[in-house]
Every structure is written in C-alpha cells, then in structure tokens.
C-alpha cells in the first residue's frame, strides 16, 4: 500500500515530476540549449518545456526519451537521486534549483578553475560559516 508521501501532495506537482523537471532544466542549461531550442527540437512549444520543467505537466516516456536524445543523455539521467527520502529531496531540489541560476552556472563554471585544493577547501568552508550565520 502506498502512503500519502509515496503518492505525492495534492497541492501541487507530484514530486517525481518536478524531480524529473528540475533535471530537464539542469541538463538543458549544462549543455547551453535555451528553452526555446529545446522545444523546436522536440516539435513543441517553448511554454510546454517551461511546464515539464516546473513539474506542471507530466513528461510522457515517449516525450523524455526524445528530451533525452536531444539533450544527449540516458533517460536514466532523469531520475537520478529519487531514492531518496523527503529531507534529502527537499534539499536536492534547492541545490539543483540553485543550479540553475544564474548565481549556481556562474559558480560552476568559475569554481573548478582554482586549482589549489586548499583555496577550494577554504572557500567551501567560509560559504559554510556565512550560510550557518544567516
């Protein structure tokens, strides 16, 4: 028997569609395709990836094996993470999302170009401190 958490909330996205969404957006943006590149390449419109992407509309498996192909990866790719329970979710979810903007893919790309570990480790460290302070 499923339990309320395994169904989802009825007062919003089931939480596999947004997961699958939040992953749409992140591959989408990793690989530089803008909303409205993707949705030519599948035959859609750009508002109906903005809907997968939020977790509005369900993504058929036929419609994300042709996202899958278009932003070449494995299907599989979509739901990486889902093992998970609700609090690592939750925190999944804001980390992808910061991902995602503009802030998370300037930091992504800058990050790996400092090449002492250490300066990486302190920097870790001081966004540690200053997130724990807030």
Request: net charge positive; aromatic share 6%; with cysteine.
């Amino acid at each position: 028997m499923l339990g309320a958490a395994d169904r989802g909330r009825g007062d919003g996205p089931h939480p596999v569609d947004r997961h699958v969404g939040l992953r749409i957006r992140m591959r989408r943006k990793e690989m530089g395709v803008s909303q409205e590149r993707l949705a030519e390449s599948l035959g859609i419109t750009f508002q109906q990836v903005q809907k997968y992407e939020r977790g509005a509309n369900r993504v058929s498996a036929s419609k994300l094996w042709e996202i899958a192909a278009a932003l070449k990866t494995p299907v599989a790719y979509f739901y990486d993470g889902l093992g998970d329970r609700a609090a690592a979710a939750a925190q999944r979810d804001a980390a992808q999302e910061f991902m995602c903007s503009s802030d998370g893919i300037e930091l992504m790309a800058a990050f790996p170009r400092i090449a002492e570990p250490a300066i990486r480790r302190k920097i870790v460290e001081l966004v540690r401190v200053v997130a724990d302070e807030i």
